[in-house]
């Protein structure tokens, strides 16, 4: 049985479609330091606040309202490259755009002109957003059902080299070349997805063209079908409510994350030589074991653990806050923190990837993701006053206790969602209930 299961590991492997994805990952995952622990450094370096700091989590708003535009990006042939396809068209428009925003952002100065720096963050948050609808819409239509497990599991790998490749990089090279040149790397890092959207395959399952009608028809079915097929299913509220709270804890410690370590005298060339390696090792055995444990105890079991390994994992905050300047526990606590981040990724984006319908893809997945997205882009806007008010020990405690609302839903949902009986064999995703 071993045998067999690593032969099929093998020939997914030579699957083409899997390069896709690990490509796409990479750059999905590619702008997201940019807007979070890079600019957020950049800042604390040119003096600007911790509560004005915290506001930047409102840059990233595109992410938690792409479910406006998905619609769109769902049904609307793109303006070039038509000859490939609604979804690698799209990409080939978007990425070059979202090149040039990067290009852009690293040629502002936020200790001279702070709201230029903004403006082209919200153009790379707004971009950025744009990709990762149809990339997602591209993963789940491209692969075949038994496929889509380790598709996403190419897709994360990918996203995680990004951040490490981008999130370390960046802070490493800008000590040697200065942040023009070193956001021009993370810029050319995006034709690694351009790439994969040159060579990468159709999907295999087009979906036929919008009917025609007059403008009342089209809306109704590229807006108001996706959401309403949602509805129908049993304790769709919850669901929805779960999925906007999973990542809140989460959400409030990650926008502190950079000035916090400032603060404690870590230099950029220390994060980077922590985060890197280290921490990307840490964050894909975290996903290899969050794998493993959907496959072992069903997706929604799974979500509970994780989801309170990773909030407990706050606690290496607060002994890094009260450690001060400390690499040994830099290393522990980066080491716990992106191991479970990586534990929980692997069961919420299964979680995820199982609720959507094949019928509107990139409308349903944008919905979910732009709600797992809300802590970061709303309530994370208060972190920094919330630090300001409560001291980091205090104010990582609170991140702590902002997950638990999420854990008693979910157990809310087994209860009256209890999982079906699971085969004997490995789970890629499962079915649109919670189990």
Known sequence: MAGCGAMRMLALLKNPRFLVMLALGFSAGAPLPLLLGILRRWMTESGISLTEIG???????????????????????????RAWGRRRGWLAVIQP????????????????APLATVCAAIAVAFLSASQDIVIDAYRIEMLEEREQGFGLAGYVWGYRLALLAVGAGVLA????????LAFAYAAALVLVGFAAVWLGPDV??????APLGDLATRLRIAVVHPFTDFMRRR????????????????????????PFQAQLGFTRTEVAQVGSVFGLIATLLGALAGGWLVARIGTARALVLTGLAQMLSNVMYIWLAYAGHDMTVFYLQTGVENFTDGLADAAFLTYLSALTSR????????????????GTRTVGAFSGSLAEALGWPGFFTLTMLAALPAMGIMLFLLRRLPPPPRPAVLATAGGPEVG
């Open 235 to 258: 304790y769709w509220l919850p669901i929805l409510l779960f999925v906007a709270l999973f990542k809140l804890g989460e959400a409030l410690a990650a926008v502190m994350v950079t």
């Open 173 to 180: 090279l800008s000590e040697q070349w200065g942040w023009s």
């Open 55 to 81: 506001m930047t989590a409102l840059i990233g708003l595109p992410y938690s309202l792409k479910f406006l535009w998905s619609p769109l990006l769902d049904n609307a042939r793109p303006p070039l490259f």
């Open 204 to 209: 295999l399952s087009p979906r036929p063209p």
């Open 359 to 374: 019928a509107f893809t990139a409308t349903q997945y944008a919905l979910l993701s732009s709600l797992a997205a809300v």
């Open 97 to 112: 755009l979202l090149m040039l925003a990067i290009l852009a952002m690293g040629m502002t100065d936020p200790a001279v």
